[in-house]
């Protein structure tokens, strides 16, 4: 039995994960969680899941939920998510929470020798320098949850590091990928959160729409399969059929296909090596492909990625001030305040004002993060 915390319980990676537990019940428990507003959807996972362990942002949902559930344990705040995050009884620590928020608990829970699955990008992105020397100092697994890294991680297994010459990282091109530059100038977030193909949250959705979300994974793949970034090469596939791949030094091509079902990669970082059948899946048809689209990005349109990448040759404390730029561009737009275009204006402005630190310490970073939100806003 493995036993779990999972971090962002409430949003998409969460449930999912959730669900496979649900299917799993003699394999994995769950044995901590943390939740952020919807206390709605937290107590409709208690209903289902006796988890003793419970974290929430605001004190006053603590104190709603220690009064009505006076059996089960309750934290509160970052300090509250570090304690489960560190849990004596956890084996695993699934962090799916949204944005810079999953950095500290990922540093805590490595550091207490827990086994990370990690939906959180951005913990990588801004601090993949301290996380991936943590991760090996301290022993332990750092599995990928992100669609895209699974696939890569799959399809490297059995194969040498020097055998890679480059990533194959597919995009779906998210919901915009057909609209010309003018349409982009007044696309709606309604419009912008209807994404083709997966069923994910509002930032992650908006993100693909800009392909931020791309960016941040070709940061994510450089350091957890350690590539430059010249072998890493972004493919819009929109049938999103093909999760990823690997070209060899060959010439072959390995990847992974499948369904898009966030299931099956939050499922495999849970039970590497082994694998277990998804409950309620449909068995992968290829007869039913017509066909298989793969063309480069267009980068005039969608800049994001010539950002995403410049931060990352860049390095140091550049890629903290890309995500954090994005972070509150992105929810700047959702909120109604800017247009769908100005969030590169935005993080492209945060970057050029921006003097970059070569090995930025945690505080650094912290004050970094900061610093470009509190830029931001005020350019709002």
């Not at 999953?102 to 020798?113: K, N, V, Y």
């Not at 090996?136 to 697994?141: A, L, Q, S, T, V």
């Not at 072998?231 to 929109?238: A, K, N, Y």
């Not at 993080?347 to 900061?370: F, G, R, Y």
């Amino acid at each position: 039995m493995k036993k779990l915390t999972v971090l962002g319980v409430t949003g998409s990676i969460g449930t999912q994960t959730v669900d496979v537990v649900l299917h799993h019940q003699d394999q994995f428990e769950i044995v901590a969680m943390s939740a952020g507003h919807n206390i709605n959807k937290l107590e409709e996972i208690m209903a289902k899941l006796p988890v003793e362990h419970i974290c929430v942002l605001e004190e006053k949902d603590q104190a709603y939920l220690e009064k009505k559930y006076p059996d089960r344990h309750f934290y509160c705040g970052q300090e509250g998510m570090i304690a489960i995050a560190t849990l004596k009884e956890a084996d695993i620590v699934l962090n799916a929470v949204v944005g810079f928020a999953g950095l500290l608990p990922t540093i805590q829970a490595i550091e207490s020798h827990k086994d990370i699955a990690i939906a959180n990008k951005e913990t990588l992105v801004v601090a993949g320098h301290i996380i991936m020397p943590l991760a090996k100092k301290n022993g332990i697994k750092l599995l990928p949850v992100d669609s895209e890294h699974s696939a890569i991680f799959q399809s490297l297994q059995g194969a040498h590091h020097d055998e890679i010459r480059k990533i194959l990282l597919t995009c779906s091109g998210g919901s915009f990928r057909d609209y010309s530059f003018e349409d982009l100038k007044d696309v709606t977030v309604a419009q912008a959160l209807n994404h083709p193909n997966w069923s994910m949250g509002a930032k992650i959705t908006i993100d693909s729409a800009t392909l931020f979300n791309k960016g941040l994974e070709v940061i994510e793949a450089h350091w957890l399969f350690d590539v430059d970034y010249d072998q890493i090469e972004v493919l819009i596939h929109p049938e999103s059929v093909l999760h990823s791949a690997i070209e060899y030094v060959d010439g072959a091509v390995i990847g992974q296909m499948g369904t898009p079902d966030m299931r099956l990669p939050i499922q495999y970082a849970l039970t590497y090596p082994d694998r277990l059948p998804i409950g309620d899946s449909h068995p992968f048809d290829l007869t039913a492909l017509a066909s298989l689209h793969f063309t480069k990005p267009d980068t005039i349109r969608f800049p994001a990625l010539k950002l995403a990448i410049q931060a990352g040759k860049t390095g140091g404390s550049m890629p903290c001030v890309l995500n954090a730029a994005n972070e509150v561009a992105n929810k700047a737009f959702r909120d109604g305040k800017i247009r769908f275009l100005d969030i590169y204006r935005l993080v492209e402005e945060a970057m050029k004002q921006h003097q970059p630190i070569e090995n930025p310490t945690l505080d650094e970073l912290l004050e970094i993060d900061q610093k470009t939100r509190t830029f931001v806003m005020q350019k709002v």
